[in-house]
């Protein structure tokens, strides 16, 4: 592969990029674009409709929505993020040692992963989050005692397919190391299939995190996440349906980022 | 009074859809009644792509880019499409009867899914006709065998299943796409025997797709060859195989023995 | 066939009880002290032990999966930590919900996904087809619980047809209550079953015993319903027997969101209490769930594809 053809980023990949980006820049700058603390209330100023002040109207307890929804980026994006990347490493060492050596070590790993997948995730999510209390670390915690499975199964095969291939085969018969010929040779040509699986993944990352802590099981109140959020405006939604709309469309907009990713990412690496 | 052709082709062409890459370039033949003629050349000369082209069963992305097929079977002397009277006068057999046939249909039910459809046969009707087909292309206790899926038959019975198929339709023409590749030498012999036996029962016409010079001196009564999409040299079977003129005939003649 | 069923029902025990022992394990090898956890930081020293006590904490371990596996085999799960009630009866109440939004999203699902992909592959590329890949990625990316929500707010505020949350008493209220959720549901479901159809429909299309179809005049309905169909199901409903998590996972957020009274809000609910029983209970039905699913999935792949059973 050239240099010219290595830089031309896939539009998919470099909008979903843009998108995340921006998203994120938002949230980094937000005491920039709004005066409003997101976590100052004011009960005076509770369920205030949108205006020139608050944007997007104040919640129950008077916060301004607009603020809110700025800084939950700062939450979101980040712990899904980490939700994505810990059972990435996890499942990736795991995948290659079960698809490079040993068939006993082979089939430990893959009944253990037989058995996490036969719990439905959120099951299983919930159930974990019970054990360890509710709260961003548990959040990841459980994520990557589940979505290391993923991983794991993908690079596995990957990595047996590739091993029988003659460059493989070559490098193994004229001695080169395991450690090298697995660094060198075998995980490059596995690593962007991961990182396009990372990008899926960190979409149901970021819906999973919401969803617990709309199920009052993730981020805990006051921090401005969005799910919680969604969560606080539920009763409201026959007049102030907007409290629970808009958290929900900025989850969308991130995970439409992160699926974007992830298909750019998918057709480079089928492209290779 | 001449005798009319069943079949007759003309400038006949085939392209990649999006490309515009022509595979055969205008290719021209007549088929009469109760003739059996041989289409050969290696694999890549058009002579499948020519064959499919007939009756419209060409891959996806593949078309007829020119050139006209006239059918002529109907009583009343009207000539049509090839396209138009497929499973109405005219029928295929394929080459591969692992694929050809419906994974999920019993034998009894795919034999006679043709008129079951298109003539409204009753089932009890459409039964009594498969049995009776299967009976005519020789599949040993038919009656079991109605029952049976497709996997669960030897590849020469499949592919008389295949025929039995065709057959349901009361073809006219018969077109053949390579019918014993994928079969064993053993069974090669006894299909190309049981078509031979249907065209004299039946008076069939056909056009036989092959690679297999053998085949060819076999039943073709005359043979045309095809090289990169063009016919280069045609006539009648033993004339072409004594005294081929022309260098790819003869190298294919050479290949073969 | 009987054969083929007794063979994958021994594979789903065996499964069972890998998850069963898992279950346990769960509660057992996790960090931190499970009668403290369940106890809350505010618990006094002889409050944890007697929680400890009551759980059986204070046995060895071999004993206590013991315990544990005959008592899950005796369908007892124990009672809720403030003893109000029977694990099991919940359970028992709250079944029939799940289960209806479970039965009617499916067979929603199957209705649309095979609309969706059947016309999206009557002209490959075009607007359909494209719509059918774009929801697919977008799709994933939106909330199940938001998407019903803003269900509440779009179709059930304004027209006021159905109930905003809640389950009912009649037949009637109760189909009217689970329409939204069976939407939602649906929504979840559709970017995988409708993308899985579509491709192996495409495949199908292309195979050489629909080319030998169309050389005996079948077309149009006739060829799909013969010859199309049936082998395009086959690798789909593969993929959703494997989806059974995801089925599952959806009502949980599903009846969070319409306040329905199933086993995925029972779950929340014991969640947040930090019931221990109910969830661990919990569990186990769901996943036994999966199992159940995983069966049915394969015995319908086996009625459609005769050739499974060699295999």
């Known amino acids: 592969m050239n240099s010219r053809s290595r830089r031309r980023v896939d539009p998919l990949l470099a ?21 409003h603390d997101p976590l100052a209330q004011n009960v005076r100023a509770r369920l205030a409709s949108p205006s020139g002040d608050h944007w997007l109207g104040t919640d129950l307890l008077g916060r301004d929505v607009f603020s809110r929804i700025l800084h939950g980026a700062r939450i979101d994006i980040p712990l899904a993020l980490v939700a994505t990347l810990v059972p990435a490493v996890i499942g990736t060492l795991l995948g290659t040692v079960s698809g490079y050596y040993s068939r006993r070590v082979d089939a430990i790993i893959m009944r253990f992963a037989d058995v996490v997948q036969a719990f439905p995730v959120y099951i299983f999510l919930v159930a974990l989050v019970f054990l360890l209390g509710p709260g961003a670390r548990s959040f990841v915690v459980a994520s990557a005692c589940i979505s290391w499975v993923g991983y794991a199964r993908l690079v596995r095969a990957e990595v047996s397919r590739l091993k029988s291939r003659d460059f493989i085969v070559a490098a193994r018969a004229a001695g080169i190391g395991d450690r090298r010929v697995l660094g060198r040779h075998l995980l490059p040509n596995v690593m962007p299939q991961v990182y396009a699986y990372m990008a899926s993944d960190a979409v149901l990352a970021l819906v999973a995190l919401a969803s617990l802590s709309f199920l009052s099981l993730g981020v805990q109140p006051p921090e401005p996440e969005w799910g919680r959020m969604i969560a606080d405006g539920v009763d409201r939604i026959r007049s102030e349906w907007w409290l ?28 290779r | 009074m001449s005798v009319r052709p069943v079949l007759s082709v003309r400038d006949l062409r085939v392209a990649v859809s999006e490309a515009r890459r022509e595979l055969v370039h205008g290719i021209d033949f007549d088929v009469f009644p109760g003739e059996t003629v041989g289409l050969v050349g290696e694999s890549g000369s058009g002579k499948s792509l020519s064959l499919r082209s007939i009756c419209g069963l060409l891959p996806e992305g593949i078309v007829r880019s020119g050139g006209s097929v006239a059918v002529d079977i ?54 009594s006709r498969s049995l009776e087909l299967m009976r005519e292309v020789g599949i040993p206790d038919a ?80 043979v045309m060859v095809m090289e990169k999409g063009l016919i280069v040299e045609s006539g009648s079977t033993r004339e072409i195989l004594n005294h081929p003129r022309h260098d790819y005939t003869r190298r294919l003649i050479e290949a073969a023995q | ?97 799940t289960l209806w939004l479970i039965v009617t999203s499916l067979v929603l699902t199957a209705i649309v996904s095979l609309a969706l992909a059947s016309s999206a592959v009557r002209r490959p590329g075009k607007l ?47 189909l009217r209550a689970v329409v939204l959720p069976c939407i939602t549901l649906t929504a979840s479901l559709i970017p995988f079953t409708t993308r899985s159809l579509r491709t192996s429909m495409l495949e199908v299309r292309q195979s050489e015993f629909v080319a030998a179809g169309r050389s005996v005049g079948l077309d149009g309905l006739p060829l799909f319903r013969r010859f199309i169909l049936r082998n395009s199901l086959v690798p789909t409903v593969a993929l959703f027997a494997s989806l059974a998590g995801v089925v599952l996972s959806g009502t949980v957020l599903v ?24 969830v661990q209970g919990l569990t186990v039905v769901f996943a036994a769930g999966v199992i159940v699913f995983n069966l049915v999935g394969d015995v319908v792949v086996a009625l459609l594809d005769p050739r499974v059973e060699r295999r």
């Open chain 2, 74 to 127: 109907d009583e009343s002397g009207k000539v049509r499409d090839g396209v138009d009277v497929l499973g109405r006068g005219i029928a295929m057999i394929f080459q591969e009867p692992m694929s050809s046939l419906n994974p999920t249909m019993r034998i009894g039910d795919l034999v006679t899914i043709g008129p079951r459809t298109l003539r409204g046969l009753s089932r009890k009707e459409a039964r």
């Open chain 3, 255 to 278: 009846e969070a969101t319409f306040a329905l009274p199933g086993l995925g809000q029972m779950m929340v609910v014991g969640a947040i209490n930090r019931d221990v029983n109910v």
């Open chain 3, 128 to 174: 359909v087809d494209r719509l059918v890949l774009v929801t697919g990625s977008v799709g994933l990316a939106i909330p199940s619980f938001w998407l019903g929500i803003v269900l509440l707010i779009a179709v059930a505020r304004p027209t006021g047809w159905f109930p905003i949350g809640g389950w009912g008493d009649s037949f009637g209220d109760r």
């Open chain 1, 15 to 35: 909008t979903g990029l843009g998108i995340v980006a921006v998203v994120l820049l938002l949230g980094i700058i937000a005491p920039l674009i709004t005066s």
């Open chain 2, 143 to 222: 009656e079991r065998r109605m029952r049976a899926w497709p996997h669960e038959l030897s590849g020469g019975l499949r592919q008389r299943v295949m025929i039995a198929m065709a057959l349901a339709t009361d073809p006219k023409v018969l077109l053949c796409d390579e019918p014993t590749t994928a079969l064993d030498v053993s069974v090669q012999d006894q299909i190309l025997r049981l078509l031979m036996q249907l065209k004299e029962n039946r008076g069939l016409s056909m056009v036989l797709v092959t690679h297999d010079l053998g085949v060819v001196s076999q039943v073709c009564d005359r």
């Open chain 1, 244 to 271: 629970s709309a808009v958290p929900g469309l900025a989850i969308v907009i991130v995970g439409t980022g992160f699926s974007l990713i992830a298909f750019g990412l998918e057709r480079q690496a089928s492209r």
């Open chain 3, 1 to 97: 066939m009987t054969r083929f069923l007794l063979r994958r029902c021994l594979q789903g025990v065996a499964v069972l009880v890998a998850v069963l022992v898992a279950s346990f394990g769960l509660l057992k090898f996790v960090p931190g002290d499970p009668a403290r956890q369940v106890a809350g930081t505010r618990a006094t020293e002889a409050q944890v032990e007697a929680i400890r006590e009551n759980l059986g904490l204070n046995d060895n371990v071999g004993v206590q999966l013991w315990k544990y596996l005959g008592r899950l085999v005796r369908g007892d799960f124990g009672s809720t930590t403030n003893g109000a009630s029977d694990v099991a009866d919940l359970i028992g109440q709250n079944y029939p919900v």
